[in-house]
């Protein structure tokens, strides 16, 4: 009995093995697939992506004629930690590959990143399967498949794809996102049902407190994913949306704790340009609108300081 549980476990493991999953993908509605986005998390410590493939599917899941894309082979793409979060934009932009802060923001058409396999457009539809492939696989059908996240009915090419696979049964119209809800901080949530849709998530940050849960033991900043969640940090400052951007951007950070709190945008040499906010702040969730108009193009550092730490990220103002 004994040997038949470890069996069964061991099996389990290695059907749950993946090395990056499809955290969350968002449909602009814009035609040719214009500011349509897909989000990947690394899983695999020092993951090699290196010639794997994405692609989504065209004709509601019942149809292989959409974009496919393949991974360069690059330094940036070589060595990534676990508990990065990839964006992944259609249209080509000012890109984010420092991955010290575990984000990476790249455009799909920036052929110094990707290389386009076949002539199909990549266009998140209302209903939608978005597929990560191994390298060496073949572009064309599901073989190879090492995550797949579909969006509305299941068509043709998501029942014929292996598992893990996970599916949102709400669909992606204009403006939403779908994403995983990994509602118990585990990797066996990317397989299932356990996804949703939404029009109010951000790139490059968590889904919500379960999936940043989750996402955080990744990062080694726990030991215990069941650990409460309030008890990750005292605070958190996350990834201003949308970035680059042009005149305004939301700031987002999270208190877990009530603080002094002093939000402020510095230039690359230090010198102050603003002070966002500065004053006692309860703990909770905090939005902030910081309008650059007054700005010139390039890139800001935004920090934020409290009774337990500062932490400072950065910004790129586009005009």
């Excluded at 476990?9 to 993946?18: D, G, H, K, S």
């Excluded at 020092?46 to 994405?54: Q, T």
């Excluded at 070589?78 to 790249?106: A, C, E, F, H, M």
């Excluded at 990317?190 to 919500?208: C, E, K, R, V, Y």
Aim: hydrophobic letters at 35%; one cysteine or more; a neutral charge.
């Amino acid at each position: 009995m004994k040997n038949f549980i470890f069996t069964i476990l061991f099996i389990t493991n290695l059907m749950f093995a993946q090395s990056v999953v499809i955290n969350k993908f968002f449909n602009s509605g814009q035609s040719n697939g214009l500011n349509d986005a897909v989000e990947l998390l690394v899983i695999e410590n020092n993951l090699n992506l290196r010639g794997m493939i994405l692609k989504d599917f065209s004709s509601s899941m019942g149809g292989d004629n959409g974009g496919r894309y393949q991974f360069r082979d690059i330094d940036l793409w070589s060595k990534l930690p676990k508990g990065t979060l990839i964006v992944i934009r259609v249209s080509n932009q000012t890109n984010d590959v420092d991955t010290s802060d575990y984000l990476i923001d790249v455009g799909l058409r920036d052929t110094l990143y990707f290389q386009q396999l076949g002539s199909g457009t990549f266009d998140i539809a209302s209903t939608e399967l978005v597929m990560i492939k191994a390298a060496g696989s073949e572009p064309a059908g599901v073989s190879g498949c090492i995550h797949a996240f579909g969006s509305g009915a299941a068509g043709t090419y998501f029942n014929q794809a292996p598992e893990p696979k996970l599916r949102s049964s709400g669909t992606t119209g204009t403006g939403k996102f779908a994403f995983a809800k990994n509602s118990n901080s585990q990797l066996t949530d990317f397989n299932g049902l356990d996804a949703d849709t939404s029009s109010t998530l951000i790139l490059g940050q968590p889904n919500n407190q379960t999936n940043a849960l989750f996402i955080n033991s990744l990062r080694g900043t726990q030991t215990n994913v069941e650990k409460n969640q309030f008890l990750l940090k005292d605070f958190e400052l996350f990834n201003n949306y949308p970035n680059p951007f042009n005149p305004s951007t939301i700031i987002a950070f999270n208190l877990n704790k009530d603080t002094d709190v002093e939000l402020s945008v510095y230039n690359l040499i230090g010198t102050k340009i603003k002070t966002i906010l500065h004053g006692f702040y309860k703990s909770g969730y905090y939005e902030i609108s910081f309008d650059g108009s007054g700005l010139s193009s390039g890139i800001y550092i935004y920090r934020l300081k409290t009774n337990y730490g500062t932490i400072s990220k950065k910004m790129i103002l586009i005009k």
